[in-house]
């Protein structure tokens, strides 16, 4: 499996991403924004970080790179796009995934481990999770705050599109265990295709025991799995 | 933002909308923009009140200005 990693200016966790790929062995290519064309991929990840300082708005300036075009192209074709955190803010600037991500309801920097539950595992992301498994994933940000209108939820929930909620250890999905306020707990989404996964939580900072934990490995495993 | 000062901002849009093909942007500066709803009626009072609440909070006079447009 061939991937391309998307460097921005400002991006911080393209080099965690590029540890995890080489470690299960996926072919790995760090691609400037301002290329024009991508080198051939199976799938494109777009890290986490502050590209281009947040300005304007999270992820906004990112999404009018040069690389996008090609980006968009890719996802268009049905390849496989994963953008995580910044990635996901970016993805969502591009009009790949729908709705927003707002400032964490209370206005905080987020920086900890959160439970999730798997809610879709029938995607090229999480083949290898179980269908409702309880995982435990770092997350680190300021605007990941889902929102979108009730009629959008409602398209999610009603499509299965929402491949992660946040829950507690026990796998309850209630506010209380909503980290930053996001619309129904959502903490990550699927395009209608699947091949499109934005989501804020990192799997790339647990990919190893000594890293406390190997629950985004499975997420890694499941992309090999799936070629 | 006071047109001598820096607005890395500004310039970061500017240069994005030039990638995008608007040739004819010359340059772009980013602010802010508040709605104040007010109890007071008078014209002058209000005026007078948001002026002080741009000087003493909204703005930071050494590299920003203000504009304040009274709505009935």
Not at chain 1, 57 to 63: F, L, P, Q, Y
Not at chain 1, 217 to 222: A, D, K, Y
Not at chain 2, 32 to 55: A, H, R, Y
């Amino acid at each position: 499996m061939k991937s391309s990693v998307i460097v921005f200016p400002g991006s911080n966790c393209d080099r965690d991403i590029a540890v995890a790929l080489e470690k299960f062995q996926i072919t790995n290519q760090m691609v400037w924004h301002n290329e024009s064309t991508l080198p051939k991929s199976d799938l494109i990840i777009l890290p986490g970080g502050f590209s281009y300082g947040d300005y304007l708005r999270t992820g906004c300036i990112a999404s009018k790179s040069r690389i996008i075009n090609d980006v968009i192209r890719h996802a268009k074709k049905g390849g496989l796009v994963l953008g995580i955190c910044n990635g996901f803010q970016i993805l969502i600037e591009t009009g790949l995934l729908p709705g927003v991500l707002l400032r964490n309801k209370k206005l905080r920097f987020l920086s900890k481990n959160v439970f999730l539950k798997v809610l879709n595992i029938n995607n090229q992301f999480c083949l290898n999770y179980k269908k409702k498994d309880i995982i435990e994933l770092p997350i680190a940000h300021n605007e990941g705050n889902y929102f979108a209108s009730h009629k959008l939820l409602q398209n999610l929930e009603e499509k299965n599109l929402i491949a992660f909620k946040y829950c507690n250890e026990a796998g309850n999905i209630h506010e209380k265990f909503n980290p930053n306020g996001s619309s129904n707990n959502i903490a990550g989404i699927l395009n209608d295709k699947k091949n499109i996964l934005g989501m804020m939580p990192h799997p790339e900072r647990l990919i190893d025991p000594l890293l406390s934990g190997e629950d985004g490995s499975i997420m890694f495993e499941s992309l090999l799995k799936s070629q | 933002m006071k047109k001598d000062v820096l607005d890395p901002q500004g310039k970061v849009v500017s240069q994005t909308l030039k990638n995008m093909g608007y040739n004819n942007i010359i340059s772009v500066r980013q602010g802010k923009f508040f709605e104040i709803e007010l109890k007071e009626t008078d014209k002058e009072k209000s005026k007078k009140m948001v002026e002080e609440i741009c000087k003493k909070l909204l703005t930071n006079q050494v590299i920003e200005d203000y504009k304040i447009n009274l709505d009935q």
